[in-house]
Every structure is written in C-alpha cells, then in structure tokens.
C-alpha cells in the first residue's frame, strides 16, 4: 500500500511539472505573440492590417479579392465564429491573430525547446513584409509545425491523411503534406502511405475548385484595385511556382533597400 502510495504521489508531482512547463511555455509564447501583433502594426500599418482582415471577410461572404482564396477557408470560418464573442469582425481577427501566433510557439517549442521556439520568434521578424498578412498565413505556419511535430514522432501515416484533410481548407499549400507521404513513402518502400498521398494531391485540386465555384460570388481586386495586374493563379488549378521562382531569383540579383535576398536565404 506505501509502494502504491509513493507511485500515486510521484504521478501527481509529475503532472504538475507537466503542466507547469506547458503553462510557463503557453504564457511566453503568448506574450511573444502579442509583440509580434504590436510589431506587425508598426510595419504593415493597421491599414494594410485591416486590408488583410477585409480579405478573410470577402472569403466568408464569397467576395475574395482574388478567385484563388475564395478556397481558403478554415481561417476565414474560424474567425467568423468568434466574431459573436468579440463584438466584431476586426477584433475576432485580431485574438484569432495573436493565438495563431501563440500556438505556433508552443509548437516550436515542443518540436526544438528554446532554440526552436527562438528560431521562430526570428524568422517571423525577418520575414515579415508588406503589404499583406492572410488568415490563412497564421494557420499554413501551424499547420506546417504540426507536420513537422508529427514527423519528429514518428507518428502513422493516417495521422498526415488526417492533417491534410484540415489544412487543405486553409491554403493550397497543404499539398506539401500529400507529396511528403508519396516521398516517404517511396523512400520507405512503404506503399500505403505513398498511395495515399498520391491520391490526395488530385483529390485536393478538385476539392479547392469545387469551393471556389460554389461559394464565390465575385471577385473584388479588379475592382477595388485599378492597377493591380491579373492573376495568374485564378485560372482553374492555377499554378504559383514558376512565379515563386522568378520571384526569388530577382530578390537575389536586383538591389532593392528592403533586402529581399534574405527572404530566399533563409
């Protein structure tokens, strides 16, 4: 009964720890969030900032700026359900910004304890730009250190299925967790995981242009923005990366006072 009895203390002092440790983390990565909020206000601006809010706003009303995000919804969605306790849209935006944050330092820190907590609080600042900053951008960073968590632990393959499944409703990017079970998999000789993630890629294509379709009403950019030049990426399946690359590949030879080298470098 002593021997039962020590064990049972032993249990209860390491729950507490547990969740002394968790607690100490969850409020520094709290804390850091709210810094980098007040940080992204002094370099996007609050206009540019209310710009992005009204972006996630045209998603939940089926009026994006651009076809392409009209897909990208969980970020919108989430926001909108918080908008009853927040009083509106705006301020919603803004708590749903900062936990974002907050939850993703607490999973650096899980994945690589202070240094990797650190290594995101600075690659945040270093890569943060203007004039735009999505929803969808604080849940892609989420869901990436949970790929990255999953990873780490070497969870099943059905764990990455069901993380796809989530983050395929928040930006076109999650197709990156797809080709990472195809390449595992074959890298593995595992063909379960390799068959699943090649499935998920055309799966998730259709999927995106089912929800554009159905639930967009018009695009606004045209409108709202005279010069903005057309995008690329509205057609059905549009692709980014050879803009991506031509992109990166001017942030290296073309001098610019804003440095964008660093973002490639990084």
Known sequence: MQDSGDAGAKAVGET???LQRFGGQAALSLFCALVQFRLMMFILGPTNYRRSVDAA???????PHWRIAQSRVLGPWLVQAMTPLFGSFLWAHVVFSVLALAIAGVLAWRIGGLRGFLAL???FVALLSTPWLYAWDYLDLVAFLVLV???KG????LWFVGL???AILNRDSAQFIALWLVIEGALRRQWRPMVAGAALIPAGMVLLEVLRKLLLVQEMAPKLFLDTPSNPANAVFGWQLWRNLTWT???VVSPDLSLPFLVPLF
Not at 57 to 63: A, E, K, M, S
Request: hydrophobic share 50%.
């Open 149 to 151: 968590l999953f990873v």
């Open 164 to 166: 796809y499944a989530v």
């Open 154 to 157: 070497g969870r099943p393959w």
């Open 57 to 63: 706003l045209g998603v939940v009303t089926g009026h």
């Open 16 to 18: 507490q720890k547990l």
């Open 249 to 251: 590949w001017h942030a």
């Open 121 to 123: 609080q600075l690659g």
